[in-house]
């Protein structure tokens, strides 16, 4: 059970990095084409992504840490 709480983890991090990767993508985007509204609300986007990878990590971690790896 532990194993699988540790692979969901790893997934979801993996996860996260890729959307984090395209999420960036569309606010150089955004900054580009000067959308000061809708650059604000992928930029606060990104942050709350940014937040739960952090969490992400921290979990991964943590369950790696408790099985050794």
Do not use: K, S, W, Y
Request: aromatic share 2%; net charge negative; glycine share 2%.
């Amino acid at each position: 059970m532990l194993r699988r709480h540790f692979e969901l983890a790893e997934r979801r991090v993996l996860e996260g990095e890729e959307h984090i990767a395209r999420q960036r993508e569309i606010v150089a985007r955004l900054e580009d084409l000067r959308e000061p509204v809708t650059l604000q609300t992928a930029r606060d986007l990104l942050r709350n992504m940014e937040h739960a990878q952090m969490l992400h990590v921290t979990e991964r971690d943590r369950l790696r840490e408790f099985l050794g790896h």
